[in-house]
């Protein structure tokens, strides 16, 4: 076995049942193909896996934990609080809509790469890289879910509320980050997740996503 052999495995059941559902961006997976993860035995993976390691023993992250650990457990909770803050309303039927258009895509492109965890690899590699606990990394690393469809949904919002903008991006910016603080993704999973993220912010069937949240919130383009 060499080390482009090893991969993450099966995943939970949840993500397959995601995996079963229709996906309204299945004509983008051929050209999703040329966005790949890079090989297990290349130099830039080594870098990340030595850049994990670091990252996940910084002295200042104790300090961001119960934020990060907020982002891993309850997405949910953590964008609800969020657009509280910057004055945009919570709906449940919004985010649960979005979530199932996006959803689909990652499950399927997970399962097509099965890219094993960076501790998977480091354990295999001799890296001492320990991650922090998780409950919602039961699946393949690329690309990474918590990026790509946090990403999905705060650009679909930034559309309709142009006010939002920045503090949406820097709200995705923070969640890209934590994945990699608790060593449960490599920087590329989320380098990639952004890319593929601007293939389907382009593709016809974002217009209708965007276009059924503005109805649900009869948005008029500002922060309420």
Do not use: C
Not at 56 to 65: F, P
Not at 185 to 206: C, G, Q, W
């Amino acid at each position: 076995m060499t080390p482009n052999d090893l991969k993450y495995g099966n995943d939970a059941q949840s993500f397959q049942d995601w995996a079963k559902e229709p996906n309204p961006y299945e004509d983008l997976m051929p050209k999703l193909s040329l966005t790949l993860p890079f090989a297990n035995d290349s130099f830039e993976v080594l870098r990340e896996l030595q850049y994990l390691t670091e990252l996940t023993r910084a002295s200042d992250l104790e300090s961001k934990m119960p934020l990060f650990r907020k982002i891993d457990a309850d997405m949910t909770g953590f964008l609800s609080g969020v657009f509280s803050r910057i004055g945009i309303e919570w709906k449940d039927e919004a985010f649960d809509y979005l979530i199932s258009q996006i959803s689909p895509l990652t499950v399927r492109l997970k399962d097509k790469y099965n890219r094993a965890r960076p501790y998977q690899l480091a354990f295999y590699r001799e890296i001492d890289l320990h991650p922090f606990a998780s409950l919602s990394a039961g699946s393949a690393s690329y690309p990474s879910g918590h990026t790509l469809n946090s990403g999905y949904i705060l650009e679909v919002f930034s559309k309709i509320f142009e006010g939002a903008e920045i503090k949406l991006k820097k709200t995705w910016g923070v969640i890209a980050k934590s994945r990699e603080a608790l060593g449960l993704h490599y920087p590329s999973d989320n380098r990639f997740s952004a890319e593929i993220l601007k293939k389907v912010m382009k593709h016809p069937h974002t217009e209708i996503a965007i276009n059924t949240v503005f109805a649900m919130y009869d948005a008029k383009g500002g922060i309420k």
